[in-house]
């Protein structure tokens, strides 16, 4: 993820009210309801999590006017353990946040992504993140596991009963 003003559109000395106000402007654009294709639908999904991202992050900065520190990058062993730090506190969506802030982005790098976004129920997101890091460590058994479990995920979650179980558990954690 860039900086998370230029995600939303807006300059890093834009208000929270601004931030506010992009962000509702994006979301009526390309909320996943809108779309009736699968693909279609599964792009804005992608679209949908780094808007939720860029906005909680932005208006963050913007109601504290810290601007500056989003921009600090991490070598990505660290940007990895501090994500993998967060997940454990049950926190995926800090996790995801300081995964993003990696130099740069290895077979690991994807893993944790893949982790952070099965904790999100994100399972078809979670499935493309296993499946580059197989690609890029083809011999690395825990990456390929990962990618099974996430394509059994996210098989599951089309039957009826998976949906069912997903609308209860979004009901529970509101």
């Not at 967060?86 to 802030?101: K, V, W």
């Not at 499946?131 to 099974?148: I, K, T």
Request: glycine share 4%; with cysteine.
């Amino acid at each position: 993820m860039s900086n998370p003003f230029e995600v939303l559109g807006l300059g890093p000395t834009a208000s929270a009210e601004e931030v506010r106000a992009a962000y509702r402007s994006l979301v009526k654009k390309c909320h996943p309801d809108m779309f009736p294709d699968a693909e279609a639908r599964q792009k804005a999904q992608k679209k949908m999590i780094a808007l939720n991202l860029a906005y909680e992050e932005a208006y963050h900065l913007a109601s504290s006017r810290r601007v500056n520190t989003y921009t600090q990058t991490l070598p990505p062993d660290d940007a990895v353990h501090l994500a993998a730090k967060m997940l454990r506190q049950h926190s995926p969506e800090s996790a995801l946040r300081q995964l993003m802030r990696a130099e740069t982005r290895d077979g690991r790098w994807y893993a944790m992504q893949g982790q952070i976004l099965m904790q999100m129920e994100q399972f078809d997101s979670a499935h493309q993140s296993y499946r580059e890091a197989v690609r890029q460590e083809p011999d690395n058994n825990a990456f390929r596991q990962g990618a099974l479990d996430a394509a059994l995920a996210m098989k599951q979650s089309r039957t009826l009963r998976g949906r069912v179980r997903q609308l209860l558990h979004r009901k529970q954690h509101r």
